[in-house]
């Protein structure tokens, strides 16, 4: 069974920076696109925060953390990190990293076949 595992979630004050790492130790990204997504208190679903392609030449960052998110992935150690800076209160929320079985990104959760746990943001005001 596949396991994405998340790390670098936390506790920061408004205006700090967390860096969000994926890997999937028994797995390979190779091929395959990447996404970050977020659900945040009291919502159900779960929204597409960043993605990018396999190589990486294509990213896709939402319109509301544009100029403060930025997604990237190293083919070698094969892993794909999210930087958050300038976090704000309204970033708290459950972040999962997802892939997918192409190497182009997706839009929406259901294009992601693959999911992690999930790790917890929370930015305090």
């Known amino acids: 069974q596949v396991q994405l595992e998340e790390s670098g979630g936390g506790l920061v004050q408004a205006g700090g920076s967390l860096t969000l790492s994926c890997a999937a130790p028994a797995w390979t990204f190779t091929s395959r696109a990447v996404g970050w997504f977020r659900q945040a208190p009291g919502k159900e679903e779960r929204e597409l925060v960043a993605?990018?392609?396999?190589?990486?030449?294509?990213?896709y960052v939402k319109n509301s953390v544009k100029g403060r998110f930025t997604i990237s992935r190293d083919n070698v150690k094969d892993t794909v990190e999210l930087q958050m800076n300038s976090l704000e209160p309204k970033d708290t929320a459950v972040y999962y990293c997802a892939a997918r079985s192409y190497s182009t990104s997706g839009e929406a959760a259901p294009e992601y076949s693959y999911w992690g746990q999930g790790i917890q943001v929370t930015v305090s005001s």
């Open positions: 993605a990018i392609s396999y190589p990486g030449r294509k990213t």
